[in-house]
């Protein structure tokens, strides 16, 4: 269901109602005496100026979405209640997802929320990794990027709870360089390095796959996503780029996760 067309719809059709009544059914009603709307504007002008505001919260501010699976644990767990920012990679008409106003674009480390591009109807939730024009490496479940390998701390193992299976996790970290960005990721050890694609998908001539990884040169306009769960997240390694014409939003903030109150807050 395409929430943003209904909404958009319901905006008009509400605008109208309420100009109809402001300049038509309003006078008429003062004219006769009458101080209460009918029935049918109540339903319609009278909720203008709340779906309004909805609209363009949602549109141009911020817009929630809920975690499904957990393929951005440690950092994201299923069912949070996040937000995403809707500016900040610049300002979008609402239905049609065109960038009208630029503002930012996405940097190494950020939380997007995009478009999956092989079913434009699905919200996906990932970490950018690399940005148009780099290349990217994933060999042995270590990342480098423009031929600088990221940092990595840690280790201890933690319990994945969508599978039940324990995972080791890191502090991931890219060079100051390349945005300095710290966050959190899982590795299975027991999961094989290498992956496959599912098929071929726009693009798949700028990446090379190996037995223990892949390399990819991130084409213009697109970016390399990848979920902080490692081996347990469908993303660009399997389906390919992220164009930046199917970006939302910059996820920034949990506000509520009925399981865990705990969780609520920002995250990197």
């Known amino acids: 269901m395409n929430f943003a067309l209904i909404l958009f719809i319901l905006v008009v059709v509400s605008g109208v109602a309420w100009i109809a009544d402001r300049y038509y059914f309003a006078p008429q009603r003062r004219m006769a005496g009458i101080d209460r709307m009918s ?6 002008a009278g909720f203008f100026p709340v779906i309004c505001a909805v609209f363009v919260l949602r549109s141009f501010i911020v817009e929630p979405f809920k975690i499904p699976s957990g393929s951005m644990i440690p950092t994201l767990q299923i069912g949070d209640f996040i937000l995403a920012n809707k500016f900040t990679y610049g300002i979008r008409l609402p239905v049609i997802n065109q960038k009208v106003v630029e503002l930012g674009s996405p940097k190494r480390g950020d939380v997007v929320v995009f478009r999956y591009p092989r079913d434009e109807s699905i919200d996906y939730i990932k970490r950018v990794i690399a940005l148009p024009g780099d290349t990217i490496t994933y060999q042995d479940k270590r990342l480098t990027v423009n031929g600088q390998p990221l940092q990595y701390g840690g280790g ?10 324990y995972a080791k996790r890191f502090a991931e970290s890219f060079p ?3 945005g300095g960005n710290k966050h959190e990721i899982l590795n299975d050890s027991d999961r094989p390095a290498g992956m496959f694609p599912v098929e071929r998908f726009p693009g798949f001539e700028y990446c090379q796959y190996i037995n223990a990884g892949l390399t990819c040169k991130v084409p213009a306009g697109h970016y390399f996503a990848m979920g902080d769960n490692r081996d347990n997240s469908a993303d660009s390694r399997y389906w390919g780029f992220v164009p930046d014409k199917n970006i939302v939003g910059k996820a920034f903030f ?3 996760n009925l399981g865990n109150l705990g969780r609520i807050g920002g995250f990197e």
């Open 156 to 165: 201890e193992f933690y319990l994945d709870p969508e599978n039940m299976r």
């Open 176 to 178: 100051a360089d390349l």
């Open 254 to 256: 949990v506000w509520l």
């Open 39 to 44: 029935l049918w504007l109540e339903y319609t």
